[in-house]
């Protein structure tokens, strides 16, 4: 069932008063990793809403709003094989209102903690976790959802998530799922689709280093800087290396030696396409 109103979803969630309902959060043109989250909720909750919102105020006034792929057509007919009970895809002028400058000039904002966003994704996508969480909270209260599902190849967003959920009290439990890859390694992603068949082999080389940074570490590697430095031969001229960093996987604080409680994350542009990945450290 495709719903576009919050009127209209409500008056759904209502009638589904006590089954326990499952929500995914997405942007849509949706693959397989998105698809490993909707199974994870159909296993978990009577019912699962999958939301299809490429949501304005995430995004940097350079980056890729307008071109984000949108194909809600092909996402529908996949939540349909996979048992979903309503995707719920608002227009941005149903989420934020028309006429609205989308800042928090007029907009109630959520702003996640500074230690939080001051890193990683944070440090060159200023204001996108403020997005992220704004829109998340209006969805967590929109849908009411008693299950969250979101995926480890965004752990940063997972981290704040999990940490607006607790600091807010928000009564939803969050899911995080494993990240689903192609053959190759590749990370599954939506931006994957920006990319040639060249960048496609050439963005093979985060997988690898993040996979050779977790052998040097099976191997009794224990510093950080002998681990970062292992990923140089991996790096071309095709790579744009905007982050790699080893940090706690639950609180992203900074180590003074690798552990089992470590992840690695990298951020590469390749064909100007902004990639991301990770990987914990402790993990088989
Ligand atoms: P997006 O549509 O990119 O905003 O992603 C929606 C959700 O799907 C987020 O929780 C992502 O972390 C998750 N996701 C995206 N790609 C993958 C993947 N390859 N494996 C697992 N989860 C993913």
Avoid at 260 to 279: H, M, P, Q
Wanted: net charge negative; aromatic share 8%.
């Amino acid at each position: 069932m495709l719903i576009h109103t919050i009127e209209e979803l409500r008056e759904l969630r209502k009638s589904w008063n006590n089954l326990s309902v499952g929500l995914v959060p997405t942007m849509g043109a949706l693959h397989e990793g998105h698809l490993s989250l909707i199974k994870k909720a159909k296993e978990t909750c009577d019912k699962v809403v999958v939301s299809v919102f490429v949501n304005p105020i995430q995004f940097g006034p350079s980056e890729d709003f307008d071109k984000y792929p949108r194909t809600l057509e092909a996402d529908m007919e996949l939540c349909k094989s996979a048992g979903v009970d309503a995707v719920f895809a608002p227009a941005p002028s149903e989420m934020y209102g028309s006429g609205n400058r989308l800042s928090n000039d007029t907009l109630t904002y959520v702003c996640p903690p500074f230690f939080y966003v001051n890193k990683l994704c944070g440090k060159s996508r200023v204001g996108h976790f403020d997005g992220v969480c704004t829109v998340v909270l209006k969805l967590f209260n929109i849908v009411q959802p008693d299950f969250a599902f979101f995926g480890q190849k965004d752990a940063q967003q997972a981290i704040i998530i999990k940490k607006m959920v607790k600091d807010l009290n928000v009564p939803v439990k969050v899911v995080q799922c494993p990240i689903v890859r192609e053959e190759s390694g590749l990370a599954l992603s939506s931006r994957n689709k920006y990319l040639s068949e060249d960048g496609k082999k050439d963005a093979l080389a985060l997988s690898k280093i993040l996979n050779n940074i977790k052998a040097c570490f099976n191997r009794g590697i224990t510093d950080i800087d002998a681990l970062k430095e292992t990923a140089y031969s991996y790096l071309t001229d095709k790579h744009d290396l905007e982050y790699l960093e080893i940090l706690d996987k639950n609180t992203l604080e900074e180590q003074e030696k690798a552990g089992s409680d470590s992840i690695a994350l990298i951020a590469c542009r390749v064909e100007n396409v902004r990639l991301i990945d990770n990987t914990y450290l402790g993990e088989a």
